[in-house]
């Protein structure tokens, strides 16, 4: 059970996700369609119950390339039924047959080239249809989802980002104390550990305090829809209209992604996440030492399209996130899972 704060309070009701994988259903939402032409092959994939990294191997074998060659938009979970897109370099050469890919588990939706490689991240978000199934328990089910729908939940990194009993993490503590390690995925994957704890560490202290949806002095806020972010100080006031901004959701509060370089937040702001992460020298420390530059996320995040209906003891959910966000962050404000081991794998 992770630590986290909760912007609902604690739920009542308990239930079990991923049963089996059509109960987490995702499907990619790239933003643009394939140009039609050029040196890289898009395909569209439906997996059930396989790993991206397994679909990515078999794409290699048969297009005969490298595996680095072959490039995905966002990793998927095994245990669930995902549409995804993968990239395979292939210039100046004819189109491979990918079909004995294809089985009772995985299929190839469509086909295409286009003259850009697909980098990871480069997809606008993703369509969730999931059940949550043997719901039981105390609360008002439909008051806490139109909560959630108004004011959204805590933006964390979900478990699978921290491996099986918080696994990476130790991995990434033995790293920056000396161990070395050959891999270069692993070390990305220790590293991406270490700053995941640190944001949902900073983002729960928000949320403790009782701050979470209110600007403060110095905050690092963040422009809907865009990465990028300003600090609130005497360039930009926080008065009157920078509130109104905030309400209409214009702005957005952040929390840091930890890396070298000062911390852009100011005052009040910068105290209370300086506090949140005080006892968190090794690994604040390991990411500066490893090159990685301060960064800002969404400290809330707001589901598009949220729909659901209760059937028994069974509650279906869907609704659309931006890329980089975690669905099981909307299922922990809804109930308590007691159902499935964490799929660590992706």
Sequence with gaps: MN????????????????????????????????????????????????????????????????????TWAGLKDRHAVTEQWFGVHLPGKDMPDFSPLENEDVQILAIARH???LKTGALKGNYFELIISDLSGAGDLDVRLAAIAARGVPNYYGDQR????????????????????????????????????????????????GLGEQLLDGDCVMLAGSQSFFTLGEDNPLDE?????????????????????????????????????????AFCSGLEANGLKQER???????DDLAWQREGDRLRLSFWLPA???????????????????????
């Excluded at 990515?56 to 060659?69: I, N, P, S, T, Y």
């Excluded at 957005?252 to 006892?279: F, T, V, Y």
């Design 3 to 70: 630590p986290w704060h909760y912007l609902h309070g604690e739920p009542e009701l308990s239930g079990r996700l991923k049963v089996v994988p059509e109960d987490f259903v995702v499907r990619e939402d790239l933003g643009f369609s394939p140009s039609g032409e050029g040196e890289h092959i898009l395909l569209h994939v439906r997996k059930r119950g396989q790993n991206t990294q397994w679909v990515a191997r078999e794409l290699a074998r048969l297009a005969g390339v490298a595996q680095r060659d072959v």
């Design 241 to 281: 209209a920078m509130q109104v901004r905030f309400a209409s959701g214009d702005i957005r509060l952040s929390a840091p992604l930890w890396g070298r370089g000062r911390l852009p937040s100011l005052d009040e702001a910068a105290a209370l996440e300086q506090a949140a992460l005080a006892d968190q020298e």
């Design 115 to 117: 003259h850009k490689k």
């Design 297 to 303: 996320r969404a400290l809330l995040l707001r589901p």
């Design 324 to 346: 980089g966000s975690y669905a099981t962050s909307l299922v922990r404000e809804i109930c308590k899972d007691t159902g499935h081991d964490e799929d660590t794998g992706e």
């Design 162 to 209: 921290f491996g099986r009993d918080y696994g990476n993490l130790e991995q990434a503590r033995a790293m920056f104390a000396g161990r070395r390690i050959k891999d270069r995925n692993k070390r990305s994957l220790f590293l991406s550990a270490a700053r995941s704890y640190l944001f949902n560490l900073a983002v729960s202290h928000r949320l403790a305090a």
